[in-house]
């Protein structure tokens, strides 16, 4: 192999990037040098101040708190290349259906329930990410109703609201009662252990 041509085969292996992307999920709005974004993108050797500032204005449009899956590719000269995703689908359903988490039993209660519209809505939302780009609204909608089955949470075609309000007030005296049964376990287990 001649020089020039070893060169030219070095110079393309150097350009070659190994570095894996970082695949987090950031708060809208609250991105911050703590643990575990800081040291993560310290790992990579990110500038983490410039990070969480241009993470922050990307998302200020949408509600703070809310978790969004990111996916950081380093390039060798430090930059990176952010790609923002659409909030969890679980998030979304539980979203829809006014309840901040979902059932301990699935398939044998209900934790909250959503239309066939709240699932059309939120497909149309999951759609746009990059993951989902060969999927058909059908497709993504049959996910969704998945998802939301796996989260006690049920689908149905009409809801009354008067009923559904009902339900949840009923609901929270059983998650409740189910987090004070949680509590007795760990309390019970910190005693056998300790």
């Given at each position: 192999?001649?020089?020039?041509?070893?060169?030219?085969?070095?110079?393309?292996?150097?350009?070659?990037?190994?570095?894996?992307?970082?695949?987090?999920d950031?708060?809208?709005?609250?991105?911050?040098?703590?643990?575990?974004?800081?040291?993560?993108?310290?790992?990579?050797?990110?500038?983490?101040?410039?990070?969480?500032?241009?993470?922050?204005?990307?998302?200020?449009?949408?509600?703070?708190?809310?978790p969004?899956?990111?996916?950081?590719?380093?390039?060798?000269?430090?930059?990176y290349?952010?790609?923002?995703?659409?909030?969890?689908?679980?998030?979304?359903?539980?979203?829809?259906?006014?309840?901040?988490r979902?059932?301990?039993?699935?398939?044998?209660?209900?934790?909250?329930?959503?239309?066939?519209?709240?699932?059309?809505?939120?497909?149309?939302?999951?759609?746009?990410?990059p993951?989902?780009?060969?999927l058909?609204?059908?497709?993504?909608?049959?996910?969704?109703?998945?998802?939301?089955?796996?989260?006690?949470?049920?689908?149905?075609?009409?809801?009354?609201?008067v009923?559904?309000?009902?339900?949840?007030?009923e609901?929270?005296s059983?998650?409740?009662?189910?987090?004070?049964?949680?509590?007795?376990?760990?309390?019970?287990?910190?005693?056998?252990?300790?």
């Amino acid at each position: 192999m001649s020089k020039a041509v070893r060169r030219n085969v070095k110079k393309i292996v150097e350009k070659i990037n190994h570095s894996s992307k970082l695949r987090t999920d950031i708060p809208a709005q609250m991105a911050v040098a703590a643990p575990p974004l800081g040291p993560q993108l310290g790992q990579r050797g990110i500038n983490i101040a410039a990070f969480c500032k241009d993470f922050n204005e990307k998302t200020k449009h949408i509600k703070e708190g809310t978790p969004l899956p990111c996916r950081v590719w380093v390039k060798p000269d430090r930059t990176y290349e952010l790609v923002i995703h659409s909030p969890p689908a679980t998030f979304l359903l539980k979203q829809a259906a006014g309840i901040q988490r979902g059932t301990m039993y699935p398939g044998r209660e209900i934790a909250g329930k959503v239309t066939l519209k709240h699932i059309f809505e939120i497909a149309a939302i999951k759609l746009q990410d990059p993951p989902n780009a060969l999927l058909t609204m059908q497709d993504m909608c049959n996910l969704l109703i998945g998802s939301a089955r796996c989260c006690g949470i049920e689908v149905v075609k009409d809801l009354d609201p008067v009923e559904y309000g009902q339900f949840l007030e009923e609901r929270k005296s059983i998650v409740d009662q189910q987090k004070k049964e949680l509590e007795e376990k760990k309390q019970a287990k910190m005693l056998r252990t300790g």
